[in-house]
């Protein structure tokens, strides 16, 4: 389930914010500011952090990882089992049943139920509904296209992946987004690097968007996740390269591209959850649980 995009809180004035890069590092190393101390000040300033003794990671226990590694899995799989089921004729409300039965069999808890107030077990956005559509009566026809987004809690841990399937023989244009969306999710996730910036992750995404003449939406973003559902730091689909917080190991959040094939306007329902398109044109979106390492990243629910 995507984050509505939320303004970001100010952050604590700098600690040696009048240190340029080039000048001697306040530690008296001699070495220079940017060969010293200054990732990890950009990390203490990311997470208002003032001990001097601060880490320039996330510590996250093994226990937590393995939580993390779990729940993920749980989410990959309930997925696929939507994945081996989907077919013309079906319901959505079958697949939240499908979804909601498999997760307690599981010993988990389906995430989205109730969250905020959201009346079902999982996420289904069929043609123009861009995400948060709510399982009903409608039945799958063909050609159409639908996001199915699961996200799991199980011991307390959250997971959270989706997918966007085709259904039958679809248009060019069904099948161009759905290709252009989880595109852009594989080239975000091959932006994420230890200690770049969550800009990198947006700005790949909208460069390769706009060259296929789509569009991304702005209003919805992927979300950092955990012990929560939602957690810092938001992460948009678009943006400009170096901007945005800095990407620390140990941090776990969601890429999750949202791709218009017209314009990116959004338009809410009166359920306050259903977002449509706009201009009525077909949307699609993929998803990944990414997890920072110091040597890299771990794609979860992959």
Known sequence: MTRVIQPKQSIIPVVNAKIQRNDPCWCGSGKKYKKCHLKEDEVKRRFNLSSPNEQTVINRSEEFIQGMRETCQLA???LQMV????QI???TNQINTWVHQYTLDHGAIPAPLNYKGFPKSTCTSINEVICHGIPDDTILKEGDIINVDVTCNLNGYFGDTSRTFL???CSEDAKKICSVSEECLRRGIAAVKPYGRIGDIGA??????HSMNCSVVEKFVGHGIGKSFHE???????GRKGNGPLIVPGMFFTIEPMINLGKKGVHILEDNWTAMTED???SA???HTIFVTENGIEVMTE
């Open 76 to 78: 990959k799989n309930t």
């Open 83 to 86: 994945a081996d089921n989907i």
């Open 89 to 91: 004729g079906i319901t």
């Open 167 to 169: 259904m039958g023989e």
């Open 204 to 209: 790949v995404i909208q460069e390769y968007a």
């Open 232 to 238: 810092e730091p938001q992460v948009p689909h678009f």
């Open 280 to 282: 009525g044109k077909l």
């Open 285 to 287: 979106q993929f998803e």
